[in-house]
């Protein structure tokens, strides 16, 4: 017998004996914490001490990625915050997401994204900051945000699809980090560094991922792997084209930022023209994506040219929106009771989609359980806290480290990608401490507290030696609820705010009520996984579609309403539209939209000057055969010094229609890279907005695709479009802006 298992033979006998009679913190179907240890099935993890954990757990079968079942203390920790608790696991949780943190300063002082995964991450590190590492790191959270500013002087969009920003166009959250640094550190230079970029990101944004009703369009924040959380047939551009519940409240919540900086650097006149801004994404998010019948925000919408709801609940925008004040405190509470919970916690999204691995699809990322904990606290919800935060002591327990992500059907860690010490999560354990059970949050001129304990851990808990500004804290807290009894610094009763200016060494001491807080529901739910999206073509005058086994129902939409529902597999379309059909499982739950079919005529302008061979010095490379595929003569090339593209469009009659451009991107692949081609269309001398042409795989030069649709009033008679590069057209790549213009092709709606 190895010294390990000997270990682990005397803890294990010693934590049964302890815990026989400790009471649940948590249980679930799938899991208990009780005591100083987490049970799952026949594994146990267990803390001898505030600065070990070991574990029994094995992962599947032939799984890659390495398992650790021991973590212990390996770093210094002691210039960080101390905690002192009774429970020896919470103790030794918290302590390993110090460690990790240490771990994850790189030499250079940034912040490493995880592991396995070396750099700075614009989203990644953003998220962290917020979380915990604006007070625990605000050196290294300083230099890593500064390194995501472009020579140009915006936020970098750093990672995303089809060529980065703007299919992925959540780099905003930036914004949201760099004010929380702010406020940590009360630094006005960095403050004045920060306002520009802010302001010119957000304003290059306004003119390219704001729609007209105010959502914002591109990417699911952080959810980033196409089909992992959109239909399949949706490209790149489709996803630009849709507007996500998570990024528009990031963006919403940036403009508010911005004012904030406004006001105290004292450009007060530029703030109200932010606020306003700012409501009206949050009124567009309230109006748009609420679903009364789910008690959630939905997903995104997506589509073409009628945009459908995604129904989903998505875990970090559910938060998102209660944290910033997007929900209503009504609609705060119903969300916390409505967002499905598995036995493993809160989904990145629920339902799942049937066809694809476990990633972002089908996984808990513990990170983002933190949100949900902290904006389950905000809104009085005691039993979804405590649930989200056993969601994230599970699997750092069991797995003895911080790791990225985990499979939503058996809380294992085979999904496509996973890490070790990985900075968000870690950062989201630390903040389950700090943010709810001490109640910490940082204001521009403060601290304020407002702890939120459940009563299944109602103790007397210390956090020592933590440093804010020139004052060193010791904070207690002792008892439970989230009402305040008392409040006393250095021995006086105070109100539950520290000034900024506050100096030297402090106790705080907390007292709460031990108040029974306000029950509130928890939506139990097995993971379910929705139907598959039906494939789609219009022939003969019908739509058909291919058979979905185990179906309930269909349903048929035309122009993004639904006109049947049916069990069989075609349907007349005898009134000009966009079709798509929705396969609805026996119980009700919902999939994915198919690709939209136009049974409408469409007219095809062809563009003059057309050639047949790439002459741009913006293509670092030739393509390796003819170009083949284009409509007519050849195609216009597109760069950023070409002269503007001129034709002539003779409406019919007045109405509005619907114009898109079929172009080719051979610049980079379709998952990465930066040189997503942007131009500005114009009719008749009118800005009507811009069309986007990610990447479609790299030297595809003969994969001929769609830009996004828009959608221009037009008056009968003739018109002419013009299409040319504008300094807000730049892109992450700045030198690159290239693409193929085949043909504009316009239908009338």
Same mark, same amino acid.
């Given at each position: ?58 992962? /599947? ?49 940034? &912040? ?17 900051? &917020? &979380? ?32 980065? $920003? ?123 994506? $609420? ?75 513990? $990170? ?55 900075? $968000? ?92 807080? /306000? ?75 198919? /690709? ?154």
């Amino acid at each position: 017998m190895n010294s390990f298992i000997k270990t682990f033979a005397i803890v294990a006998a010693a934590a049964v004996a302890h815990q026989a009679s400790a009471a649940d913190i948590v249980q679930t179907k799938a899991y208990r914490w009780h005591g100083d240890t987490i049970t799952q099935a026949g594994y146990m993890a267990t803390a001898p001490s505030p600065f070990e954990i070991i574990s029994t757990y094995s992962a /599947e079968p032939g799984y890659g990625f390495p398992i650790d079942k021991q973590w212990k203390l390996r770093n210094d920790i002691s210039s960080y915050p101390r905690l002192t608790t009774p429970n020896t696991l919470h103790a030794a949780i918290y302590n390993m997401g110090l460690d990790e943190m240490v771990n994850a300063v790189e030499p250079d002082t940034t &912040l490493r994204t995880g592991r396995e995964w070396a750099g700075v991450w614009t989203r990644d590190v953003s998220y962290s900051i &917020l &979380l915990s590492m604006a007070y625990l790191q605000p050196e290294a959270s300083r230099i890593s945000l500064e390194k995501k500013v472009s020579p140009a002087g915006v936020i970098i969009q750093d990672t995303g699809s089809g060529g980065a $920003w703007p299919v992925s166009s959540d780099r905003e959250i930036w914004a949201l980090a760099a004010y929380e640094v702010y406020k940590v550190t009360g630094d006005r230079k960095w403050l004045e560094y920060i306002y520009p970029v802010i302001k010119k990101s957000l304003d290059d944004d306004a003119l390219t991922v704001l729609s007209d009703d105010g959502l914002i369009k591109g990417e699911t924040s952080f959810i980033d792997w196409r089909e992992q959380s959109y239909p399949k047939w949706m490209q790149t551009v489709d996803i630009y084209n849709s507007r996500a519940l998570s990024t528009s409240i990031v963006h919403a919540q940036a403009l508010r930022v911005l004012a904030d900086i406004a006001t105290e650097l004292g450009h007060k006149k530029e703030a109200p023209a932010y606020i306003e801004r700012a409501e009206a994404i949050e009124k567009a998010v309230n109006d748009k994506l $609420w679903l009364d019948d789910k008690g959630y925000y939905a997903m995104y919408d997506y589509g073409r040219n009628f945009p459908v709801l995604n129904p989903r609940a998505e875990t970090l925008g559910e938060s998102l929106a209660i944290l910033y004040d997007v929900a209503s405190p009504e609609r705060a509470r119903t969300i916390t009771e409505s967002n499905p919970t598995t036995p493993f916690g809160a989904a990145i999204f629920f339902p799942q989609i049937a066809d694809m691995p476990p990633y972002h699809n089908n996984a808990l990322w513990p $990170w983002v359980a933190a949100y949900w904990a902290i904006a389950n606290a905000k809104a009085g919800n005691e039993q979804g806290t405590l649930e989200a935060i056993g969601s994230i002591f599970r699997p750092a327990a069991l797995f003895a480290t911080n790791k990225e992500n985990f499979v939503l059907d058996n809380g294992d860690i085979a999904t496509e990608l996973n890490s070790s010490n990985m900075l $968000w999560c870690l950062a989201g354990n630390l903040a389950l401490t700090n943010r709810i059970l001490f109640g910490i949050n940082f204001e521009k001129d403060g601290l304020a507290f407002a702890p939120f304990v459940p009563k299944a851990l109602a103790a007397e808990r210390i956090l020592d030696n933590f440093t804010y500004r020139d004052a060193k804290l010791s904070i207690t807290v002792k008892g439970y609820g989230n009402q305040i009894k008392s409040f006393t610094l250095n021995g006086k009763e105070h109100k539950p705010f520290i000034p900024a200016n506050i100096k030297g060494d402090n106790k705080i001491v907390i007292t709460m009520a031990d108040n029974d807080i /306000e029950p509130l529901k928890v939506n139990h739910t097995p993971n379910v996984k929705a139907p598959l999206t039906p494939i789609t073509w219009i022939e003969d005058g019908m739509l058909r579609w291919n058979p979905i086994e185990y179906i309930g129902r269909y349903k048929v939409l035309r122009d993004g309403k639904v006109v049947a529902e049916t069990r069989q597999t075609t349907f007349p379309v005898d009134i000009p539209g966009e079709y798509q059909v929705i396969g609805v499982s026996g119980d009700g739950v919902e999939g994915f939209a198919s /690709e939209p079919r136009s049974s409408r005529a469409r007219t095809v302008l062809q563009i003059p000057g057309e050639g047949t061979a790439i002459k741009s010095a913006e293509v670092s490379y030739a393509p390796e055969e003819a170009l083949a595929g284009f409509l007519g003569d050849g195609f216009v090339e597109l760069d950023q010094k070409t002269a503007p593209v001129t034709l002539s469009f003779n409406a019919p009659a007045d109405g509005i229609y619907s114009v898109v451009l079929r172009y080719a991107n051979g610049n980079g692949p379709v998952n990465t890279e930066n040189k997503c081609a942007i131009r500005t269309l114009s009719v008749d001398g009118n800005r009507q907005g811009v069309v986007v042409m990610p990447h479609r795989g790299v030297a595809n030069w003969n994969d001929w695709g769609f830009s996004n649709y828009l959608q221009l009033p037009l008056k009968a008679g003739n018109h002419t479009i013009t299409i040319d590069y504008r300094p807000e057209n730049a892109n992450m790549n700045l030198n690159t802006n290239h693409a193929l213009l085949d043909a504009v092709i316009i239908e009338q709606l």
